[in-house]
């Protein structure tokens, strides 16, 4: 965690006192001044240049002296301009790349005042410098439009890959249209708050079912299935008569697939996680298309075979450390014909956001994630994670940032606390716009957490018992109810909530296979893979992902 810390304050501005001088360094120098000046001088030669061209809220280095600690940010305060500072623990650097404290072994920028400027496109002229179709490079000359954000520098510059945001890619898409956007295929509305079907008066916010879904990230293995087992046991009946249902994003290492393909055979819902759920987040952000491809559809080869699910319904991904990875990531999931994806955070709000294609332009600020965000127009469905409200007393307006994953909600020591979060999240939601509300977990935290397990099992008897509208259901299955909204009165007839709405029976295999493997690709390490289907040759891995052998 960062410690503010406050150097020598001079009408606001961070100084340092070194030798008899005032030194206010800056990204392209340092700047000294004789005791002679004033620090409101200093101040009014310099912070202005200092700070030009820096954004707001990015930190940069003053001087290179030092142990690479110390950064400030140009902040336009009330009061003007000053500098804010940042201070990492003893022991940690600021990485300026990523912004944040790490050991100073893994920093390999504290020769550097600030992180490199890239050279922008010129978009914004006073007079039109390109011909029709064109626009201007940083370096004035003009390309195609179409060749700009396509992973390829085709300014000599290279500042048509810049600028490539969410808000500035000059080919992003369009924001809603309801007039084009239509159900079954598109769903859009202004701000993200509106829900299906009530809009053209079908329904009102009162027929609504409220939706739940559970999602759990990660291997799927005989200690975290007894948790799932506990909570979407056959007892457990949504309204309709079928049985709760949750869905599992499964990562591949350590998986047992007898396990998953028991899941499956019971209703839940299984996507895709990654093979090498590889820790390095950068790995993610700025991964290719074949990285996405090995990484995605590699992984749903492996659970279709190595479960056994041939229903063709493992169609959702989720980014390991929700670090989506821009167009390069949907432009894979389209051609692989994935569903949706279930990364994106919507930023905590006082109305919660409805699940939306990317037909059109995302409806809120792209939070989190890394600014990552899909720019293009995609034929997928987004499943946003709308941010948890984790204050003790929402009643107290205290700034506390929200979190996106259950797990991630840091505050969260005691049982009564776990409580209070579930049940004030799902009345925010309730007696708003129904919004499907999201709870995403990493499995391990329930286990380690002692009770927590307990809270959540007795939390889902309560909302069973008290409301006769509320579901717990799939990601997909989401997805199914609004491409045909259905008021809460015909739901228990609604067919596709249906399907395997209340199995019984035996696993499909009670002795799996417990295949000792090794794969090149991880020399020295012996892993189990267990599967009710005969084992393969080799551990299954990212460039050999049936086990068959590699094809060179």
């Known amino acids: 965690m960062w410690h503010l810390t406050t150097l020598v304050l001079f009408f606001g501005v961070l100084v340092f006192s070194v030798g008899g001088q005032f030194r206010l360094g800056g990204a392209k120098g340092q700047y000294k001044y004789k005791r002679g000046k004033s620090g409101e001088e200093v101040v009014q030669d310099n912070l202005e240049v200092l700070c030009q061209g820096q954004p707001g809220s990015e930190y940069f280095r003053l001087t290179t002296d030092g142990d690479c600690r110390e950064v400030v940010r140009c902040d336009k305060a009330a009061v003007g301009l000053r500098l804010a500072s940042v201070k990492c623990p003893s022991g940690l650097g600021f990485d300026l790349e990523r912004q944040t404290c790490d050991w100073k072994a893994n920093v390999d920028n504290c020769d550097r005042l600030s992180k490199p400027r890239l050279v922008k496109p010129n978009f914004n002229t006073e007079e039109p410098v390109c011909p029709d179709g064109q626009l201007q490079c940083g370096n004035g000359e003009c390309i195609s439009q179409s060749l700009f954000c396509d992973k390829k520098p085709d300014c000599a510059d290279g500042s048509d890959e810049n600028a490539c945001s969410v808000e500035t890619d000059p080919n992003k898409a369009d924001p809603c249209d309801p007039s084009q956007c239509l159900l079954p295929d598109c769903f859009c509305s202004a701000d993200g708050t509106t829900a299906p079907g009530v809009e053209g008066g079908k329904l009102e916010i009162s027929n609504l079912p409220m939706m739940i879904t559970f999602t759990f990230n990660g291997a799927v293995n005989d200690e975290n299935v007894r948790v799932y087992d506990k909570l979407f046991h056959g007892e ?207 499995p391990s935290w329930l286990i380690s957490n002692k009770g927590f397990a307990d809270v959540v099992d007795d939390w889902m008897d309560h909302v069973l018992a008290t409301y006769n509208d509320v579901y717990f259901v799939t990601e997909l299955q989401v997805i199914q109810w609004m491409q045909n909204p259905t008021g809460t009165q015909s739901l228990r007839d609604f067919q596709e909530w249906k399907d395997k709405c209340a199995v019984k029976g035996q696993p499909f295999c009670s002795l799996p296979n417990p295949c000792p493997l090794t794969t090149r690709e991880l020399p020295g390490e012996t892993i189990r893979l267990h599967t009710c289907i005969e084992c393969p040759k080799n551990y299954p891995w990212i460039q050999d992902p049936t086990g068959d052998g590699f094809s060179f």
Not at 260 to 275: A, N, Y
Not at 335 to 341: E, G, P, S, V
């Open 236 to 442: 457990r009946l949504n309204p309709n008569g079928c049985t709760a249902k949750a869905t599992y994003f499964v990562s591949h290492k350590y998986s047992n697939y007898s396990a998953v393909q028991e899941l499956h055979r019971k209703g839940h819902e299984i996507g895709v996680f990654s093979i090498t759920n590889d820790e390095d987040p950068n790995y993610w952000t700025d991964g290719s298309y074949d990285n996405w491809l090995a990484e995605m559809a590699g992984d749903r080869l492996i659970i279709e075979r190595f479960a056994n699910i041939t229903d063709g319904t493992v169609v959702g991904v989720r980014a390991p450390y929700l670090r989506i990875g821009g167009n390069e990531q949907f432009n894979m999931m389209t051609d692989q014909f994935f569903a949706y994806d279930s990364s994106i955070t919507a930023p905590l709000g006082r109305v919660p956001l409805w699940p939306y294609t990317l037909h059109f332009a995302i409806p809120h600020k792209c939070h989190g994630n890394h600014n990552n965000c899909p720019s293009r127009s995609h034929p997928i469905w987004e499943m946003p994670i709308n941010e948890l409200d984790r204050r003790d007393d929402p009643d107290f307006d205290e700034n506390l940032t929200g979190c996106h994953l259950v797990s991630s909600c840091s505050n969260i020591y005691h049982k009564d606390q776990f409580r209070q979060l579930l049940q004030h999240n799902f009345e925010r939601h309730y007696s708003t716009n129904k919004a499907p509300l999201s709870l995403s977990f990493d």
